[in-house]
């Protein structure tokens, strides 16, 4: 029987141990305060801005919502996340992606302050990764080591095959695998016979971002599957980038779409919050 690897219940572990660890540095008159932009109304992104406040109130940090027109200039913007910068009381920005097309998202994220760059999107944050140094790791990825270390699953030594090259899944998560001594593998659209290496993967992660992409003829048996996508079927039912059913009895450990990795990206975000807080 395969390993079902529960995000809900691991993120929330996670989130009461950062809600005590809030707690005692509150009594000892810490504040921690994280700052999130939203730009335009975007239904998706005002769910997760929700969610992220949520979690805020929950753990015990203060959350300060900007929300800004959909006309908003790139300057303004810019202007924001500099003030931002400069408040001492304010510990992590947060600039909700994506952002209406008129602006360019890396001069933002360029302007975030790698201090209180929470997303870990900043090009020093991911330049500091990649040689081993302190820095805000992405949360979804930093999310998916998680689930794996809390599942007692080791990562040294073994073959890790990653699917998804982009900047804040795919790249910070192969960073993250060498980081835990794994051999890493990394796959995208231009893979050559992409079964076949994807069936190397003692750890296989899929973050390709189309549903129901990865089936048995991916996975070797035995295999663990994570699976980072998230989408909703024809049928409105949230769904992964691995077809679930049909991986199931071959694979030693799996994360199920939803309350796999989903819910550990927030968690992650949270935990950096108080990291920038000390
Ligand atoms: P992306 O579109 O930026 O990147 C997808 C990657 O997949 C690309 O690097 C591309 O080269 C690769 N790819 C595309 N087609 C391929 C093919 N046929 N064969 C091999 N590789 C192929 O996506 P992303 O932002 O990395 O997100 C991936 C998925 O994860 C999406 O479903 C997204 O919704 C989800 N996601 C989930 C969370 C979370 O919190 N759980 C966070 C971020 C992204």
């Given at each position: 029987m395969a390993l079902i690897i529960d995000g809900k219940k691991i993120s929330s572990e996670i989130k009461d141990e950062l809600k005590a660890k809030v707690s005692m540095l509150t009594r000892k008159g810490t504040r921690i305060t994280l700052a999130v932009v939203q730009v335009g109304n975007d239904p998706a992104s005002s769910v997760y801005v929700g969610n992220k406040k949520k979690a805020c109130e929950y753990i015990g940090i203060e959350s300060q919502a900007y929300e800004l027109p959909e006309e908003t200039t790139e300057e303004e913007l810019v202007s924001l996340v500099e003030k931002l910068n400069n408040?001492?009381?304010?510990?992590g920005i947060l600039v909700q992606l994506?952002?209406?097309?008129?602006?360019n998202e890396d001069i933002i994220i360029n302007t975030i302050s790698p201090a209180k760059?929470?997303?870990?999107?900043h090009p020093q944050s991911v330049g500091a990764l990649s040689i081993g140094q302190k820095g805000f790791v992405s949360c979804t990825p930093a999310g998916v080591i998680q689930l794996l270390k809390r599942s007692n699953i080791?990562?040294?030594g073994k073959e890790c095959v990653i699917i998804g090259r982009s900047n804040i899944v795919g790249k910070p998560m192969a960073l993250l695998m060498l980081r835990e001594n794994a051999t890493v593998t990394i796959c995208h659209?231009?893979?050559?016979n992409l079964k076949e290496v994807a069936k190397r993967a003692d750890i296989l992660i899929v973050a390709?971002?189309?549903?129901?992409?990865?089936?048995?003829?991916y996975v070797k048996e035995g295999a663990i599957v994570i699976d980072v996508g998230i989408h909703r079927n024809e049928n409105g039912k949230l769904c992964g980038d691995v077809d679930y059913d049909d991986v199931l009895g071959i694979v030693s450990a799996i994360t199920p779409v939803?309350?796999?990795?989903g819910p550990m990206t927030i968690a992650m975000l949270m935990s950096n919050c108080v990291d920038a807080a000390l």
């Amino acid at each position: 029987m395969a390993l079902i690897i529960d995000g809900k219940k691991i993120s929330s572990e996670i989130k009461d141990e950062l809600k005590a660890k809030v707690s005692m540095l509150t009594r000892k008159g810490t504040r921690i305060t994280l700052a999130v932009v939203q730009v335009g109304n975007d239904p998706a992104s005002s769910v997760y801005v929700g969610n992220k406040k949520k979690a805020c109130e929950y753990i015990g940090i203060e959350s300060q919502a900007y929300e800004l027109p959909e006309e908003t200039t790139e300057e303004e913007l810019v202007s924001l996340v500099e003030k931002l910068n400069n408040e001492e009381s304010v510990n992590g920005i947060l600039v909700q992606l994506p952002l209406p097309a008129h602006m360019n998202e890396d001069i933002i994220i360029n302007t975030i302050s790698p201090a209180k760059d929470v997303d870990g999107f900043h090009p020093q944050s991911v330049g500091a990764l990649s040689i081993g140094q302190k820095g805000f790791v992405s949360c979804t990825p930093a999310g998916v080591i998680q689930l794996l270390k809390r599942s007692n699953i080791s990562m040294e030594g073994k073959e890790c095959v990653i699917i998804g090259r982009s900047n804040i899944v795919g790249k910070p998560m192969a960073l993250l695998m060498l980081r835990e001594n794994a051999t890493v593998t990394i796959c995208h659209s231009r893979t050559k016979n992409l079964k076949e290496v994807a069936k190397r993967a003692d750890i296989l992660i899929v973050a390709i971002g189309k549903p129901y992409f990865v089936t048995k003829d991916y996975v070797k048996e035995g295999a663990i599957v994570i699976d980072v996508g998230i989408h909703r079927n024809e049928n409105g039912k949230l769904c992964g980038d691995v077809d679930y059913d049909d991986v199931l009895g071959i694979v030693s450990a799996i994360t199920p779409v939803p309350g796999g990795v989903g819910p550990m990206t927030i968690a992650m975000l949270m935990s950096n919050c108080v990291d920038a807080a000390l």
